[in-house]
Protein backbone atom coordinates (compact mmCIF):
# COMPACT_ATOMS: atom_id res chain seq x y z
CA UNK A 1 0.00 0.00 0.00
CA UNK A 2 2.52 2.04 0.67
CA UNK A 3 6.09 3.11 -0.95
CA UNK A 4 9.37 4.84 0.39
CA UNK A 5 8.73 8.51 -1.06
CA UNK A 6 7.34 10.65 0.83
CA UNK A 7 4.49 13.18 -0.28
CA UNK A 8 6.88 16.38 0.28
CA UNK A 9 9.84 15.03 -2.00
CA UNK A 10 8.74 16.44 -5.92
CA UNK A 11 7.78 20.09 -3.96
CA UNK A 12 11.69 20.37 -2.12
CA UNK A 13 13.63 18.76 -5.09
CA UNK A 14 11.34 21.28 -7.37
CA UNK A 15 10.72 24.63 -5.10
CA UNK A 16 14.00 24.39 -3.11
CA UNK A 17 17.33 23.12 -4.80
CA UNK A 18 17.03 24.39 -7.85
CA UNK A 19 16.83 27.90 -6.16
CA UNK A 20 19.99 26.82 -3.72
CA UNK A 21 17.39 27.34 -1.06
CA UNK A 22 17.99 25.61 2.28
CA UNK A 23 14.60 23.03 2.89
CA UNK A 24 14.06 23.11 6.65
CA UNK A 25 11.81 19.99 7.70
CA UNK A 26 9.79 19.95 10.66
CA UNK A 27 7.29 17.71 12.03
CA UNK A 28 6.18 15.22 14.80
CA UNK A 29 9.08 13.28 16.44
CA UNK A 30 9.07 9.47 14.52
CA UNK A 31 6.89 11.05 11.97
CA UNK A 32 9.73 10.21 9.31
CA UNK A 33 11.71 13.18 8.88
CA UNK A 34 15.16 10.89 9.31
CA UNK A 35 14.18 8.23 6.73
CA UNK A 36 12.82 11.11 4.44
CA UNK A 37 16.08 12.45 4.40
CA UNK A 38 18.22 9.57 4.43
CA UNK A 39 16.32 8.49 1.13
CA UNK A 40 17.00 12.11 -0.42
CA UNK A 41 20.38 11.38 0.34
CA UNK A 42 20.49 7.81 -1.35
CA UNK A 43 18.84 8.70 -4.47
CA UNK A 44 20.59 11.97 -4.63
CA UNK A 45 23.67 9.53 -4.36
CA UNK A 46 26.48 12.00 -3.31
CA UNK A 47 26.38 14.62 0.52
CA UNK A 48 26.76 13.75 3.60
CA UNK A 49 23.96 13.10 7.01
CA UNK A 50 24.92 14.81 10.03
CA UNK A 51 22.57 14.18 13.45
CA UNK A 52 23.53 16.26 16.64
CA UNK A 53 23.13 13.60 18.35
CA UNK A 54 26.76 12.13 17.40
CA UNK A 55 29.67 13.27 19.29
CA UNK A 56 31.85 13.53 16.66
CA UNK A 57 29.79 15.81 15.01
CA UNK A 58 28.89 17.91 17.44
CA UNK A 59 32.41 18.40 18.48
CA UNK A 60 33.15 19.27 15.04
CA UNK A 61 30.44 22.40 14.81
CA UNK A 62 31.04 23.30 18.19
CA UNK A 63 34.82 24.21 16.81
CA UNK A 64 33.85 25.49 13.18
CA UNK A 65 30.83 24.51 11.53
CA UNK A 66 32.13 25.36 8.41
CA UNK A 67 34.63 21.72 8.74
CA UNK A 68 31.81 19.92 8.26
CA UNK A 69 31.66 20.15 4.40
CA UNK A 70 35.49 19.83 4.31
CA UNK A 71 34.74 16.00 2.92
CA UNK A 72 32.54 17.45 -0.02
CA UNK A 73 35.40 19.22 -2.12
CA UNK A 74 37.19 15.59 -2.66
CA UNK A 75 33.61 14.45 -3.92
CA UNK A 76 32.69 13.84 -7.73
CA UNK A 77 30.91 17.15 -8.94
CA UNK A 78 28.85 16.22 -11.56
CA UNK A 79 25.96 16.05 -9.29
CA UNK A 80 25.54 18.80 -6.60
CA UNK A 81 25.84 16.76 -3.49
CA UNK A 82 22.98 16.82 -0.74
CA UNK A 83 23.44 17.90 2.88
CA UNK A 84 21.53 16.90 6.12
CA UNK A 85 21.69 18.63 9.47
CA UNK A 86 19.19 16.34 11.62
CA UNK A 87 18.23 18.15 14.32
CA UNK A 88 20.58 20.81 14.69
CA UNK A 89 18.44 23.53 16.27
CA UNK A 90 19.48 21.41 19.72
CA UNK A 91 22.75 23.51 19.28
CA UNK A 92 22.84 27.04 20.65
CA UNK A 93 23.48 29.91 18.20
CA UNK A 94 22.46 27.46 15.28
CA UNK A 95 20.83 29.64 13.05
CA UNK A 96 23.68 32.25 13.57
CA UNK A 97 25.79 28.84 12.67
CA UNK A 98 24.12 27.82 9.64
CA UNK A 99 24.10 31.55 8.09
CA UNK A 100 27.66 31.27 7.85
CA UNK A 101 27.85 27.75 6.57
CA UNK A 102 25.23 28.87 4.25
CA UNK A 103 26.81 32.39 2.89
CA UNK A 104 30.62 31.10 3.11
CA UNK A 105 30.14 27.50 0.99
CA UNK A 106 33.12 26.91 -0.83
CA UNK A 107 31.53 23.94 -2.63
CA UNK A 108 27.99 24.29 -4.32
CA UNK A 109 25.73 21.62 -2.36
CA UNK A 110 21.96 21.81 -1.37
CA UNK A 111 21.21 21.99 2.81
CA UNK A 112 17.74 20.11 4.16
CA UNK A 113 17.58 20.49 8.37
CA UNK A 114 14.93 18.69 9.78
CA UNK A 115 13.90 18.87 13.33
CA UNK A 116 11.09 18.33 15.65
CA UNK A 117 10.03 20.97 18.82
CA UNK A 118 12.17 23.99 18.66
CA UNK A 119 12.76 24.04 14.33
CA UNK A 120 9.34 26.47 14.67
CA UNK A 121 10.20 28.63 17.13
CA UNK A 122 13.24 30.36 14.91
CA UNK A 123 10.30 31.68 12.73
CA UNK A 124 9.78 34.16 16.11
CA UNK A 125 11.00 37.75 16.06
CA UNK A 126 14.33 38.24 14.01
CA UNK A 127 15.12 35.60 11.75
CA UNK A 128 18.39 35.89 10.44
CA UNK A 129 18.01 33.32 8.03
CA UNK A 130 15.09 35.04 6.44
CA UNK A 131 15.09 34.16 2.10
CA UNK A 132 17.65 31.45 2.73
CA UNK A 133 15.34 28.43 3.13
CA UNK A 134 11.93 27.08 2.82
CA UNK A 135 9.79 25.78 5.34
CA UNK A 136 7.56 22.38 4.80
CA UNK A 137 5.67 20.58 7.85
CA UNK A 138 6.50 16.93 7.27
CA UNK A 139 3.07 15.02 8.73
CA UNK A 140 2.60 11.32 9.71
CA UNK A 141 0.71 9.18 7.25
CA UNK A 142 -2.75 9.55 5.60
CA UNK A 143 -5.06 7.70 3.34
CA UNK A 144 -4.09 9.26 0.44
CA UNK A 145 -0.32 8.60 1.52
CA UNK A 146 -1.04 5.16 2.73
CA UNK A 147 -2.37 4.89 -0.99
CA UNK A 148 0.72 6.46 -2.62
CA UNK A 149 -1.96 8.55 -4.35
CA UNK A 150 -0.31 11.83 -6.69
CA UNK A 151 -0.33 14.86 -4.32
CA UNK A 152 -2.47 17.92 -5.29
CA UNK A 153 -1.05 20.44 -8.48
CA UNK A 154 -3.82 22.84 -7.76
CA UNK A 155 -5.67 24.34 -4.63
CA UNK A 156 -8.74 24.60 -6.95
CA UNK A 157 -9.29 21.13 -7.62
CA UNK A 158 -10.78 19.74 -4.08
CA UNK A 159 -14.34 21.32 -4.22
CA UNK A 160 -14.48 21.35 -8.51
CA UNK A 161 -14.28 17.18 -7.94
CA UNK A 162 -15.82 16.67 -4.73
CA UNK A 163 -19.01 18.26 -6.24
CA UNK A 164 -18.79 16.43 -9.41
CA UNK A 165 -20.08 13.80 -7.34
CA UNK A 166 -17.82 10.77 -9.63
CA UNK A 167 -16.37 8.74 -6.89
CA UNK A 168 -15.16 5.37 -6.88
CA UNK A 169 -13.45 3.53 -3.62
CA UNK A 170 -11.41 0.27 -2.93
CA UNK A 171 -11.02 -2.18 -0.28
CA UNK A 172 -7.56 -0.83 0.35
CA UNK A 173 -9.12 2.57 0.80
CA UNK A 174 -11.39 1.04 3.46
CA UNK A 175 -8.07 -0.69 4.76
CA UNK A 176 -6.06 2.16 4.95
CA UNK A 177 -9.09 4.37 7.27
CA UNK A 178 -9.79 1.35 9.05
CA UNK A 179 -5.77 1.13 9.95
CA UNK A 180 -5.47 4.68 10.45
CA UNK A 181 -8.58 4.31 12.75
CA UNK A 182 -7.45 1.92 14.90
CA UNK A 183 -3.46 3.12 14.62
CA UNK A 184 -2.72 5.96 14.37
CA UNK A 185 -0.76 7.58 11.60
CA UNK A 186 2.75 7.42 12.94
CA UNK A 187 4.25 4.71 10.69
CA UNK A 188 5.90 2.28 13.00
CA UNK A 189 2.28 1.38 15.20
CA UNK A 190 0.66 1.71 11.48
CA UNK A 191 2.44 -0.37 9.72
CA UNK A 192 3.11 -2.73 12.36
CA UNK A 193 -0.83 -3.69 12.18
CA UNK A 194 -0.23 -4.87 16.11
CA UNK A 195 -2.32 -3.78 18.89
CA UNK A 196 0.95 -4.64 21.34
CA UNK A 197 3.16 -2.81 19.73
CA UNK A 198 0.93 0.25 19.90
CA UNK A 199 0.37 0.14 23.06
CA UNK A 200 4.18 -0.11 24.23
CA UNK A 201 4.38 2.64 21.14
CA UNK A 202 2.38 5.10 22.56
CA UNK A 203 4.01 4.74 26.19
CA UNK A 204 7.33 5.72 25.09
CA UNK A 205 6.38 8.49 22.76
CA UNK A 206 4.49 10.11 25.54
CA UNK A 207 7.82 9.28 27.86
CA UNK A 208 10.32 10.88 25.07
CA UNK A 209 7.79 13.96 24.90
CA UNK A 210 7.72 14.69 28.38
CA UNK A 211 11.51 13.39 29.49
CA UNK A 212 13.77 14.45 26.35
CA UNK A 213 11.92 17.06 24.30
CA UNK A 214 9.65 19.26 26.98
CA UNK A 215 12.90 19.00 29.44
CA UNK A 216 15.03 20.39 26.31
CA UNK A 217 12.79 23.11 25.59
CA UNK A 218 11.11 24.60 28.57
CA UNK A 219 13.26 23.65 31.41
CA UNK A 220 9.96 22.95 33.58
CA UNK A 221 10.55 21.04 36.98
CA UNK A 222 7.30 19.55 37.52
CA UNK A 223 7.28 17.21 34.40
CA UNK A 224 5.12 14.70 36.95
CA UNK A 225 2.32 17.43 36.36
CA UNK A 226 2.67 17.76 33.12
CA UNK A 227 2.33 13.52 32.58
CA UNK A 228 -1.28 14.06 34.28
CA UNK A 229 -1.64 16.85 32.03
CA UNK A 230 -1.54 14.57 29.19
CA UNK A 231 -3.22 11.87 30.69
CA UNK A 232 -6.17 14.18 30.97
CA UNK A 233 -5.96 15.74 27.29
CA UNK A 234 -7.26 12.44 25.24
CA UNK A 235 -10.55 12.50 26.89
CA UNK A 236 -10.94 16.24 25.86
CA UNK A 237 -10.00 15.92 22.10
CA UNK A 238 -12.13 17.26 19.61
CA UNK A 239 -13.73 19.50 22.25
CA UNK A 240 -13.34 23.15 23.30
CA UNK A 241 -9.69 23.45 24.53
CA UNK A 242 -10.68 24.96 28.29
CA UNK A 243 -7.79 26.44 30.15
CA UNK A 244 -9.65 27.07 33.33
CA UNK A 245 -11.43 23.72 33.61
CA UNK A 246 -7.47 21.80 33.03
CA UNK A 247 -6.10 24.73 35.75
CA UNK A 248 -8.82 23.33 38.41
CA UNK A 249 -8.71 20.05 38.18
CA UNK A 250 -4.45 20.29 38.22
CA UNK A 251 -4.82 23.39 40.58
CA UNK A 252 -2.90 25.67 39.09
CA UNK A 253 -2.81 29.16 37.82
CA UNK A 254 -4.10 29.66 34.28
CA UNK A 255 -0.84 31.35 32.85
CA UNK A 256 1.28 28.26 33.99
CA UNK A 257 -1.85 25.94 32.45
CA UNK A 258 -1.44 28.05 29.12
CA UNK A 259 2.24 27.62 28.94
CA UNK A 260 2.20 23.80 29.66
CA UNK A 261 -0.41 23.80 26.94
CA UNK A 262 1.58 25.62 24.73
CA UNK A 263 4.93 23.58 25.29
CA UNK A 264 2.63 20.63 24.34
CA UNK A 265 1.71 21.73 20.83
CA UNK A 266 5.65 22.90 20.23
CA UNK A 267 6.79 19.11 21.22
CA UNK A 268 3.89 18.07 18.92
CA UNK A 269 1.82 15.82 21.65
CA UNK A 270 -1.68 18.11 20.22
CA UNK A 271 -2.42 21.11 18.34
CA UNK A 272 -5.63 23.74 18.41
CA UNK A 273 -7.62 24.89 15.82
CA UNK A 274 -9.25 28.49 16.11
CA UNK A 275 -12.52 29.83 15.80
CA UNK A 276 -13.03 31.84 12.12
CA UNK A 277 -14.43 35.41 13.33
CA UNK A 278 -14.30 37.77 10.43
CA UNK A 279 -17.29 39.39 8.72
CA UNK A 280 -18.90 36.42 11.12
CA UNK A 281 -21.18 38.35 13.41
CA UNK A 282 -22.16 37.11 17.23
CA UNK A 283 -18.79 34.40 16.39
CA UNK A 284 -16.85 33.17 19.09
CA UNK A 285 -13.06 34.94 18.85
CA UNK A 286 -11.45 32.57 21.37
CA UNK A 287 -11.86 29.13 22.10
CA UNK A 288 -9.88 27.10 20.57
CA UNK A 289 -10.90 23.32 20.01
CA UNK A 290 -7.99 20.84 20.60
CA UNK A 291 -6.76 17.69 18.55
CA UNK A 292 -3.75 14.94 19.30
CA UNK A 293 -1.31 14.20 16.15
CA UNK A 294 -1.73 10.80 17.67
CA UNK A 295 -5.29 10.19 17.70
CA UNK A 296 -5.09 6.29 18.63
CA UNK A 297 -4.73 7.65 22.45
CA UNK A 298 -8.72 9.04 21.95
CA UNK A 299 -11.31 6.18 23.07
CA UNK A 300 -14.58 7.68 22.15
CA UNK A 301 -15.04 6.63 18.51
CA UNK A 302 -16.84 9.84 17.77
CA UNK A 303 -13.94 12.12 18.85
CA UNK A 304 -11.78 9.98 17.16
CA UNK A 305 -13.47 10.25 14.03
CA UNK A 306 -13.56 13.99 14.04
CA UNK A 307 -9.52 13.73 15.21
CA UNK A 308 -8.46 12.05 12.22
CA UNK A 309 -10.17 14.41 9.88
CA UNK A 310 -8.97 17.35 11.61
CA UNK A 311 -5.51 15.97 11.09
CA UNK A 312 -5.81 15.17 7.26
CA UNK A 313 -7.23 18.75 6.78
CA UNK A 314 -4.24 20.02 8.70
CA UNK A 315 -1.95 18.49 6.59
CA UNK A 316 -3.86 19.15 3.42
CA UNK A 317 -3.67 23.29 4.39
CA UNK A 318 0.17 23.01 5.33
CA UNK A 319 0.88 20.93 1.96
CA UNK A 320 -0.92 23.57 -0.11
CA UNK A 321 0.70 26.61 1.83
CA UNK A 322 3.78 24.97 2.29
CA UNK A 323 4.32 24.22 -1.71
CA UNK A 324 3.13 27.92 -2.77
CA UNK A 325 -0.33 26.78 -4.41
CA UNK A 326 -2.55 29.33 -2.06
CA UNK A 327 -2.27 30.40 1.65
CA UNK A 328 -4.41 28.13 3.43
CA UNK A 329 -5.72 28.22 7.08
CA UNK A 330 -7.47 25.57 8.94
CA UNK A 331 -10.43 27.00 11.56
CA UNK A 332 -13.63 26.63 12.70
CA UNK A 333 -17.27 28.21 12.89
CA UNK A 334 -19.26 28.71 16.42
CA UNK A 335 -21.28 31.56 17.30
CA UNK A 336 -22.21 32.57 20.76
CA UNK A 337 -25.60 30.55 20.67
CA UNK A 338 -22.93 27.55 21.21
CA UNK A 339 -24.10 26.46 17.23
CA UNK A 340 -20.63 24.81 15.17
CA UNK A 341 -19.32 23.84 12.51
CA UNK A 342 -16.58 21.44 12.68
CA UNK A 343 -14.51 23.13 10.31
CA UNK A 344 -13.52 26.06 7.78
CA UNK A 345 -10.72 25.64 5.24
CA UNK A 346 -10.00 29.32 4.13
CA UNK A 347 -8.06 30.24 1.47
CA UNK A 348 -6.18 33.16 0.63
CA UNK A 349 -8.08 34.72 3.91
CA UNK A 350 -11.51 34.34 2.13
CA UNK A 351 -13.64 31.14 3.88
CA UNK A 352 -13.81 28.45 1.02
CA UNK A 353 -15.27 25.27 2.34
CA UNK A 354 -16.75 24.60 5.46
CA UNK A 355 -17.00 20.71 6.91
CA UNK A 356 -18.74 19.16 9.42
CA UNK A 357 -18.11 15.23 10.78
CA UNK A 358 -20.48 13.12 11.82
CA UNK A 359 -20.22 9.36 12.66
CA UNK A 360 -23.38 8.26 10.64
CA UNK A 361 -25.60 10.67 10.29
CA UNK A 362 -26.89 11.09 6.95
CA UNK A 363 -29.43 14.54 7.68
CA UNK A 364 -27.53 17.30 6.90
CA UNK A 365 -26.83 19.17 10.50
CA UNK A 366 -29.58 22.03 11.28
CA UNK A 367 -26.54 24.71 11.64
CA UNK A 368 -25.63 24.94 8.16
CA UNK A 369 -28.53 27.24 7.33
CA UNK A 370 -27.26 29.34 10.23
CA UNK A 371 -23.55 29.79 8.74
CA UNK A 372 -24.65 29.23 5.45
CA UNK A 373 -26.25 33.31 5.66
CA UNK A 374 -22.81 35.04 6.30
CA UNK A 375 -20.99 32.43 4.49
CA UNK A 376 -19.48 33.54 1.06
CA UNK A 377 -18.97 29.88 0.17
CA UNK A 378 -22.11 27.70 -0.34
CA UNK A 379 -21.13 24.47 -0.41
CA UNK A 380 -20.71 22.31 2.21
CA UNK A 381 -19.41 19.22 3.17
CA UNK A 382 -20.87 16.76 5.84
CA UNK A 383 -18.32 13.79 6.13
CA UNK A 384 -19.46 10.31 7.68
CA UNK A 385 -17.45 6.98 8.82
CA UNK A 386 -20.35 5.15 7.38
CA UNK A 387 -19.64 3.55 4.00
CA UNK A 388 -20.92 4.16 0.63
CA UNK A 389 -22.87 7.46 1.37
CA UNK A 390 -22.84 10.16 -1.81
CA UNK A 391 -26.01 12.38 -1.52
CA UNK A 392 -25.72 16.06 -2.18
CA UNK A 393 -28.74 17.91 -0.44
CA UNK A 394 -30.27 21.47 -1.14
CA UNK A 395 -30.44 24.18 1.72
CA UNK A 396 -31.79 27.60 2.13
CA UNK A 397 -28.82 29.56 1.08
CA UNK A 398 -26.73 26.51 0.02
CA UNK A 399 -25.86 23.20 -0.50
CA UNK A 400 -24.44 20.14 1.56
CA UNK A 401 -22.49 17.20 -0.04
CA UNK A 402 -23.21 14.53 2.65
CA UNK A 403 -19.89 11.61 2.07
CA UNK A 404 -18.15 9.26 2.91
CA UNK A 405 -14.53 9.36 4.85
CA UNK A 406 -13.34 6.62 1.73
CA UNK A 407 -14.30 8.97 -1.13
CA UNK A 408 -13.58 12.42 0.71
CA UNK A 409 -9.67 11.43 2.25
CA UNK A 410 -8.17 10.08 -0.76
CA UNK A 411 -8.56 13.67 -2.80
CA UNK A 412 -6.58 14.98 0.28
CA UNK A 413 -2.67 14.51 0.38
Known amino acids: MHNDSRYLRHAIEDICFPRHKMAFISGPRQCG ?106 HPFSVAEMLNLPVPVSSDALITELFQQSFSTSIETKQAIEQLMIFGPFPEPLFSNNNRILTIWQRERVERLIHEDLRDLSRIQTLSQIEMLVSLLPERAAGVLSINA ?81 NMNLLYLKNKEKQEIDFLLVKDKKPWLPIEVKLNEETASKNWDVFFKNLPCKQGLQIIKKPNTNKLLARNQGEVLILSAEYFLPKLV
Open 246 to 326: LREDLEVAYITMKLWIDYLKQVYYCFEIKPYSKSMPRAIKKEGKLYLWDWSEVDDEGARFENMIASHLLKYAHFITDTGLA
Open 33 to 138: KTTFAKELLNSRGIGQYFNWDEKQFRRAWTKNPCDTLSQLSLQDKTTTPLVIYDEIHKAKFWKRDLKGVYDTLETVCDILVTGSAKLNVYRRGGDSLLGRYHHFHL
